[in-house]
């Protein structure tokens, strides 16, 4: 659970994108309304409908000067913003909407919204798809699988934001069940509104000579994303979901691993999977020199292994992954033992399918501190997950060199040097391994047979990591096992690890506090869910 | 209206700047987030309740007994509250406590109404003449509890209320802007640091 560990996983059959997918494929898909002036601009909404459930996405587009157009969380406008309403809405709800979802942050949504996103477009693909539609010629490829999207999504909101519906009103729908299905199903939507709108410009502006763009272009851009730090301390603030995430990973590596006759199919299926995703991994574009190593090295990985896979694996041996897998740990870094575990999965439908469920969590059943239990079984706990942070050197300027706020400017999290900015007082609680060393020298210090609610009374500074401790008791992998305020710390690896069960791909650092990724790439077009198959992210549009 | 998930996240943030430890306001927000939900009025006893004691923050209890005082004023009820629901098993052998002059005393309720779920007992809890029974953190029955059977109605009136704040604009905003009290004014370096920056997103 180290965070350079954590920042080189890879999207798998795990990902939301791809469990949203087999959920919703089987779900009517339409398009509601479609009101676009010439230009683009207008309201369109789009619909998923099964058993007389609908969900329905809301979209306005609008003209915004090259100048207001910014993937900065500070934007206050944006090419199109987007709302996930629950139900059909009425021209009310789309009135009503229209006044507040343009406006995001400062806008408010209800009850009846699930989530909440703006993008802007990625200019030069977007323009070049239209010029060439209305031209009556498909865009070039290469440009294309350079950028990857026409819109790229600056942040996506649910959960009580702004007014959206609290997570309790709809925690019991079972196709809502997965982590973050209705913020992957907003994404979909969007990506299938993209294509309408150049579509339906380039129609406008020459409705002669138009064509539509290909489906198999199409199928091959998804969605972009900008990604800051606001997704960083989600996974400190969630330690029992970040655990599900985690837990589910190595329950299905493990069982992978138990088998003990890998059956041929299954290993020639895991063999063209991985063949496909190489290519992948050369339309892996970024200018960044740390990303740029670990391809590298996950490219020079990637022939040992090949080579290995050749020559030393066969069904023949008797727990053959359990045997790549432990060749892997000995032989190569950690980017492409990711990689490969994530590939391992891939022929194991009913291994992973079940999992999924198990992604969630309810996170208020486990925020109760039990007060009755002793200081010294508070000690043992400390000592049993928190080896490594227990020896941290907090004295040492370098391991307290950052500090967590929360910015005044756009209330999203972010990360300074606390000997250089200001405002270190108001340091947000995520600097999670110093206050458990903290905790863990009162714990020395404490009569060992004092309850835990005895020595909260007089030791509430560190009631917050009593918490985590109870919790990391029960849920092993609920605690990052690093120093979230060190000088060494790569924000970038926090988001990296979400990012990856959210199944997205390109991770294109653009400094070690924010990326762009690619989601849903290669992914099946609405109406061809139903028949689409699960490994459409080793699509490619070379 | 807002949304309970942003109730829980400004009351703590609110606790925090009004001086209570990280720890402690986490179990404010979600206390607030509880009296909402249970249609009781959260956010103006805690906006009240922070505003007095904003500049002297109040004590903290060394104990609980069966009998509780303050030692100055008044009992604080977010650590009275919290203080309860720590020791709530060792607590139950007391049969009944009682605590005096505590401020804004709603604000302990959901602290109790935790600790009746967590003991699997009802607990009947009582001040100026109105009684709350809670009901394992399930829900909150007030006024007029009693064991009587009623074996007629005359009259019931259901009514669906509409979903919609039970406090003011003004209680909000003011709760707010004390939780803005932990945010940090971004300097220019650091603005230039977050997602987007340095590059144009024409592109």
Known sequence: MKLSRLGSFHQSKLSFLRSFIREFKDWNYKRNIFDLDKNGYGTAVYSLEKNQKIYSLVCFAQHINPEERSDRVIATKWDAAFVLHDGIPTKEDIDRLRDNVPRQEIGRVSYKELTLSRANKS??????VVDSLSLGKQPDINLLSKVGYLYRTTAVYGSGKFGLADRFRIKDRKEINGPFRLEMMLVYLVRQF????????????????????????????????????????????????????????????????????VNTEDFKFFKDCFVKSKSCIDTWLTDSQYQIDKINSLKTDISKFTQHLEKDCSVKIKYLWNKIYVWAEENLGGECIEYIVSMMMEPYDKIINPLINDMSSEEEKYFHIPGHR?????????ENNYKSIIDIDFKEKNNTTNFWFISKNKEEPRVANRYEEHGSELEQPLAIARD???????????????????????????????????????????EIQDNTIGASLVPIDMLRLKLSFFGAVKFDPKSDKWLRINMYQGAPLPHEMKHSNDTWVYNTLN | MQSF???DTTSKRASKAAGFSW???????????????????????????LKKIKKNHPKK????????????????PIYSGVAFLDQCRQLETLQSIKFYNVSYPLLMLPFISKASEILGKKILTQYNNISFLLNFDQSIFSTNVDKRVNPLANEINIEFLENKNSFSE??????????????VEESESLKSKGAGAGLTDND
Request: proline residues 3%; charged residues 30%; hydrophobic residues 40%.
């Open chain 2, 61 to 76: 209890l060394s104990r609980i007994d069966k009998e509780n005082k303050p030692n100055d004023n008044e009992l604080c």
């Open chain 1, 123 to 128: 200019v030069r693909a977007f323009d070049h």
């Open chain 2, 170 to 183: 003004k209680d909000w905003k003011e709760l707010y802007k004390l939780s803005e009290e932990t945010f």
């Open chain 1, 194 to 261: 993209t294509f309408d709108q150049v579509n339906h410009i380039a129609k406008s502006k020459n409705s002669k000579k138009a064509i539509m763009l290909d489906e198999n272009i199409a199928r091959n851009l998804g969605i972009g994303n900008s990604t800051g730090l606001g997704m960083a301390p989600f996974i400190i603030n969630h330690p029992t979901l970040l655990h599900n995430w985690i837990y589910c990973r190595e329950k299905a590596l493990k069982e992978i691993r138990s088998i003990e006759e």
């Open chain 1, 374 to 382: 002793k200081v010294s079984e508070l000690k043992i706990i400390l």
């Open chain 1, 436 to 478: 458990t060393k903290q905790l863990y020298e009162k714990v020395l210090k404490a009569k060992q047979s004092d309850t835990v609610a005895e020595f909260l009374l007089n030791n509430d500074d560190v009631r917050h990591v009593v918490r985590r401790a109870f919790i990391v008791d029960q849920f092993p992998y609920s």
């Open chain 2, 23 to 49: 720890g402690v306001a986490e179990e404010i927000g979600k206390s607030i987030r509880s009296l909402e939900l249970f249609g009781l009025p959260g956010v103006i006893n805690l906006n009240l309740y």
């Open chain 2, 5 to 7: 998930s942003e109730i």
